[in-house]
């Protein structure tokens, strides 16, 4: 696609959406028009439109930033006049430097004017520009799900009676995983279980790799189709997301929470680096809330 002022191929995969912070955000100004055109299975499909004028603002805005890194020659980099650095800024950089703003500015806003949550990345599905006007942008927002588990002891004390009473712990588990998953509905964006079955499917390769089989090799080896495997992932990935999310509600009705003192000393015993303690600490929440549900087992 190539857009109608002048910025060259418009590379709609290159191009990553993120949320940006709010103290990276404290310059963002709803001047677009954003519409949610559409919510189903908890994903918004929101039509953002930029005037040319909103567009060329945003194109001067990021020449601004480039030019910086851009050497000319008899000028220190960074040091030539802008109208000169601009010619020599790279039009595909120019290009998705303008689109990650747009996009990020898109995304803030619709979250902050519709008070969503976001669960997963945003999906750019498409950018539409025509000569002489601005551009519409059509954008998929997957939403956390709404999920009501207030009396969901109730859903123990009904499968107490039923079927063979497990005896390891491994057991009750699986079955409070079952228990929740049978009873407890969740919708789960499909955006979200792709991108998991994308990351499982990286994995996969990888693995081969080191096999040095290619994955298709592989996937002959163990008799599988992709499509199969796909199957199976998403069946995984589905399922592990919705757990995850009721295990969460739960925990925050029974007010559950590690402290920092208690996830430090996890950490410092299983030698847990400090860029993953965030992650520790949904870990031992995660296991907190099982231990209740264990009780009522």
Same mark, same amino acid.
């Given at each position: ?6 910025? /060259? ?68 980099? /960074? ?40 669960? /997963?990345?945003?999906?750019? @599905? ?44 491994? @057991? ?11 009873? $407890?509905?969740?919708? $789960? ?26 994955? @298709? ?60 303690? /965030?992650?520790?600490?949904? $870990? ?5 809330? $099982? ?7």
């Amino acid at each position: 696609m190539v857009d109608t002022i002048g910025l /060259g191929p418009i590379a709609l995969k290159s191009v990553e959406v993120q949320v940006l912070s709010s103290a990276q955000n404290k310059d963002i100004i709803p001047i677009m028009k954003l519409t949610v055109k559409e919510i189903k299975n908890n994903t918004a499909h929101v039509e953002a439109v930029l005037t040319k004028a909103e567009v060329a603002s945003e194109k001067e805005h990021a020449v601004d930033e480039l030019i910086s890194t851009v050497t000319v020659k008899g000028f220190r980099q /960074g040091k030539a006049p802008k109208s000169i650095a601009a010619e020599h800024v790279d039009p595909d950089k120019l290009s998705n430097h303008i689109l990650s703003h747009v996009l990020n500015n898109v995304v803030t806003n619709a979250l902050k004017e519709n008070k969503y949550r976001l669960l /997963g990345r945003p999906v750019l @599905e498409n950018i539409d520009s025509k000569e002489n006007k601005g551009w519409v942008i059509k954008i998929s927002l997957p939403l956390f799900p709404e999920i009501n588990v207030e009396n969901y002891q109730k859903l123990f004390s009904k499968t107490k009676s039923k079927g063979a009473k497990p005896k390891t712990e491994e @057991e009750k588990v699986e079955k409070i995983y079952q228990t929740l998953l049978d009873n $407890i509905k969740v919708e $789960i964006p499909e955006s979200v279980v792709e991108e998991e079955v994308n990351y499982s499917l990286e994995r996969l390769e990888a693995q081969a790799k080191t096999l040095n089989l290619t994955l @298709e090799n592989y996937l002959k080896a163990v008799k599988k189709t992709i499509d199969q495997v796909k199957s199976e992932y998403s069946k995984r990935a589905e399922e592990s997301i919705k757990l995850d999310l009721i295990l969460l509600e739960i925990a925050k009705i029974e007010k559950i929470d590690t402290t920092t003192q208690e996830v430090e000393e996890v950490a410092k015993t299983g030698g847990v680096p400090e860029n993953q303690l /965030g992650q520790l600490k949904t $870990i031992i929440n995660r296991r907190k809330t $099982i231990e209740i549900l264990l009780k009522l087992c």
